[in-house]
């Protein structure tokens, strides 16, 4: 069964360093989406992106944060500066069709910020 | 605000006995539910979704049931195994707009 698929599993990182985590979502799949997660909270969506640009983006995703699709099968999100806060499980997620029929969520990235 | 929320944190369940896991949801806008099983160290897996315009939608071992007059979603699922140990996410949204809210999570414990 195809899978979307993350690295690294796991990130550590100091403060106000630059990170960037990556995705390679379902080879036919268009839309692409990362959500987080906080340790013991809920999964929290933080953008949504199409046809090269940002559908849609949560109040979390600041300028800190980036997406990008540099080919044709990585998608990519950046913090330029971390902050402790961001320490959490990040989820990307890709879906074939418009809206959340079916997502298919890679394993996460577990981003930890000293 | 929208939120989606779950009643019980943790439920524990004898292997083969059924399993009710239930949520509330307070957008009335939503109309596509999704449950999600999280496994430890992984991402949520798929279950089973329901559109606003059915009240009832059987999988394998599982049936969803929402209530749209009380924002009610519920997840039943038959003769639990030990294997449907997880945590068991419900999520909402409007469906042309591709952010899915989820609810706080319910552990489901099967005691063997």
């Known amino acids: 069964e195809p899978e979307v698929t993350q690295t690294p599993s796991h990130q550590v990182t100091q403060m106000g360093q630059e990170v960037i985590l990556r995705c390679v979502p379902i080879?036919?799949?268009?839309?692409f989406y990362w959500y987080r997660q906080i340790l013991g909270q809920k999964v929290e969506f933080l953008v949504s992106?199409?046809?090269?640009?940002?559908?849609?983006k949560s109040e979390i995703f600041d300028d800190q944060f980036s997406v990008e699709r540099p080919d044709g099968s990585n998608f990519t999100l950046k913090i330029r500066s971390t902050k402790l806060e961001d320490s959490a499980m990040y989820f990307c997620?890709?879906?074939?069709?418009?809206?959340?029929?079916?997502?298919?969520f890679g394993s996460g990235t577990q981003l930890s910020v000293l | 605000g929208e939120s989606v929320g779950l009643h019980l944190p943790t439920l524990s369940v004898q292997e083969g006995d059924n399993s009710i896991i239930n949520c509330a949801y307070s957008?009335?806008?939503?109309?596509?539910f999704i449950w999600y099983k999280q496994e430890s160290g992984k991402g949520p897996q798929f279950i089973i979704d329901?559109?606003?315009?059915?009240d009832k939608r059987q999988g394998q071992r599982v049936t969803v049931l929402l209530n749209k007059t009380v924002k009610h979603l519920s997840l039943q699922i038959a003769a639990t195994q030990p294997g449907d140990s997880a945590v068991y996410f419900c999520?909402?949204?409007?469906?042309?707009?591709?952010?899915?809210?989820f609810g706080q999570g319910t552990t489901l414990q099967v005691k063997p």
């Open positions: 080879s036919n799949h268009l839309y």
């Open positions: 992106f199409y046809n090269n640009e940002i559908s849609e």
């Open positions: 957008n009335s806008a939503s109309d596509y």
């Open positions: 997620a890709s879906t074939l069709g418009q809206g959340t029929e079916k997502l298919f």
């Open positions: 999520a909402e949204t409007v469906s042309n707009t591709g952010k899915l809210i």
């Open positions: 329901i559109r606003s315009n059915m």
